[in-house]
């Protein structure tokens, strides 16, 4: 059993689609957040406005009240990404209605948890797990972040492949610990820096991780921690004996799996 951080994603038929085959094009950030701040109305309405190139569109019923507005999307193909999604309501909201939008049209769904995306029961759906960049893209991130270019660096070649190793390829990681490192003025300052994250890793990425760990329930949590404090890496099946053991209900531990908070190999 391996612990970890990753992403999960949704798309709608092909995976590779230009945004200029679509009359329009939307980009949704941070779905969770601004749902929590703003409401859904908020939300909808930016999507739409995005959509419709309207930047004062407000839309103040659950509903599209207005029928000048559905004739709109009906004849508009558009390309949506919706980004960091985790409630199925959101997902109700901004992509569940396929009369909303015209023919043609591909959606695609950033999630911490798989299970939303299950329960999403539509045919032409597809579920993908994001891997992490290949070592040579990596690089060239932790590059930008840590010198700000993409050039490699000769000198840092070793303790830049150990953050790399670190992170496993995921973007947040490399983003974050870049930054940490772009302030070093020399190798031993970058050498205290990768020790220290060996003992306490960033307060960055633990927030990011946070937010999927609040989402457990009590059962799922303990089962998590048992397992990052006690078992990773070791064989699922004597895993499962442990818990039982300990008496937890092992149901739980598909929630941690859905989020991507650990991994089974």
């Known amino acids: 059993m391996q612990v ?23 980009f949704l950030a941070n779905v969770s957040e601004k749902y929590a701040k703003h409401g859904p109305n908020h939300v909808r309405d930016e999507l739409l406005g995005q959509i419709l190139k309207e930047e004062d569109l407000r839309i103040d019923t659950p509903s599209i009240g207005s029928t000048s507005v ?11 990404v919706l980004d960091a999604v985790d ?11 396929d009369a909303w939008f015209g023919p043609g049209s ?20 597809k579920i993908y797990r994001v891997q992490g960049l290949p070592s040579a893209e990596g690089l060239t991130l932790f590059n930008l972040n840590a010198f700000g ?26 983003k974050v610990l870049g930054s940490l490192f772009f302030h070093c003025k020399g190798k031993e300052e970058w ?21 999927s760990y609040e989402g457990l329930e009590e059962n ?23 818990l039982h053991i300990r008496g937890f209900y092992l149901t739980g531990i598909e929630a941690p799996i859905a989020k991507s908070l650990i991994s089974i190999s």
């Not at 970890?4 to 939307?26: H, I, K, M, N, T």
């Not at 559905?70 to 949506?80: P, W, Y």
């Not at 591909?106 to 759906?125: A, G």
């Open 70 to 80: 559905q004739e709109k999307l009906h004849r508009t193909k558009v390309f949506v």
């Open 4 to 26: 970890f951080g990753a992403w999960v994603v949704l798309e709608r038929l092909p995976l590779l689609v230009l945004y200029y085959e679509f009359d329009a094009s939307c």
């Open 220 to 242: 799922e949590r303990e089962i998590f921690l048992d397992i990052a404090c006690f078992y990773k890496g070791m064989d699922v099946n004597y895993v499962k004996r442990r």
């Open 106 to 125: 591909r959606i695609i769904i950033t999630t911490r948890d798989k299970s939303l995306l299950e329960k999403k029961n539509i045919h032409d759906f």
């Open 87 to 97: 409630e199925m309501d959101q997902i109700e909201l901004l992509a569940g209605d």
């Open 149 to 174: 270019n993409s050039t490699p660096q000769t000198d840092y070649a070793e303790l830049s492949g150990k953050v790399l190793d670190y992170v496993k390829g995921l973007p947040l990681g490399l």
């Open 191 to 211: 050498e205290d820096v990768g020790n220290k994250l060996k003992k306490y890793s960033s307060k960055k990425i633990q927030n990011v991780l946070r937010l």
